[in-house]
């Protein structure tokens, strides 16, 4: 009786990924390669980010930006990146009033000391002002924290405390459209305690840098910095 051949086993794949599935992973396991992917360093002064060490607390910056169209950009420290949102109108202390917030890619920690000016024709070209900057803590209900940011982040249900010169107290962001990952919409809004105030204008209150006292205009045109502004 003629015995059965046995069937060869079939391929294994081999482990040495294409260069899409490693440029997929290197995104994943890189959380700065969208930012470094839209700039050119030897052409920008803005940082390329590194590993730094946790902070006991965790930093907050609101960056004025007078980009092609002027905005101001909202960053909160999480997993040793700045998530960003682009917020148009700025922040109100008015509860009732809620601002539009596109979410933009993460930023390196050291983005937070950055002021002047990106050169026109770089991604985002234009003058950059601290507009405020500080700390902030976890505004929920969660016993983790750092957890409880992670899962408001991800639910789309951001809830913080800040302490910065400008702005304090308890705010949101809630995502009201997912669409794509990098530029998901938010609402960014104040909530009622005692550091709301109702028709109040605190974007047309400040208009120095929170580091340097300096203008818009005085970064764009290279002055050197006064005072650190309140």
């Given amino acids: ?19 899409g599935r490693a440029a997929s992973r290197r995104a994943v396991q890189e959380p700065l390669a969208e930012y470094r992917r839209k700039r050119d360093f030897t052409r920008t002064g803005e940082p390329k980010g590194g590993r730094r060490s946790a ?60 002021e002047g000016t990106i050169p026109q024709g770089e991604y985002g070209g234009g003058t950059v002002m601290i507009w405020d900057r500080g700390t902030y803590r976890y505004g929920g209900t969660d016993a983790d924290p750092i957890g409880g940011l992670r899962r408001g982040y991800a639910k789309g249900d951001f809830k913080f405390v800040l302490q910065g010169k400008r702005l304090k107290g308890s705010w949101v962001l809630v995502r009201t459209r997912r669409g794509d990952p990098r530029r998901s919409q938010w609402l960014l809004f104040k909530h009622r305690d005692e550091f709301a105030e109702p ?32």
């Fill in 199 to 230: 028709g109040s204008d605190v974007v047309g209150k400040y208009q120095t840098s929170a580091a340097t006292g300096r203008t818009i205009e005085e970064i764009a045109a290279g002055k050197r910095g006064r005072r650190s502004a309140g």
């Fill in 55 to 114: 902070a006991p607390k965790l930093a907050y910056v609101i960056q004025k930006h007078a980009a092609s169209h002027l905005h101001f950009d909202l960053r909160l420290e999480l997993d040793g990146v700045m998530k960003s949102w682009a917020v148009p109108k700025g922040p109100s202390l008015d509860p009732s009033v809620k601002r539009l917030a596109m979410e933009v890619e993460d930023h390196p920690i050291e983005y937070n000391a950055f």
């Fill in 1 to 19: 009786m003629a015995t059965k051949q046995r069937k060869a086993p079939p391929k294994r794949a081999s482990s040495k990924p294409g260069r």
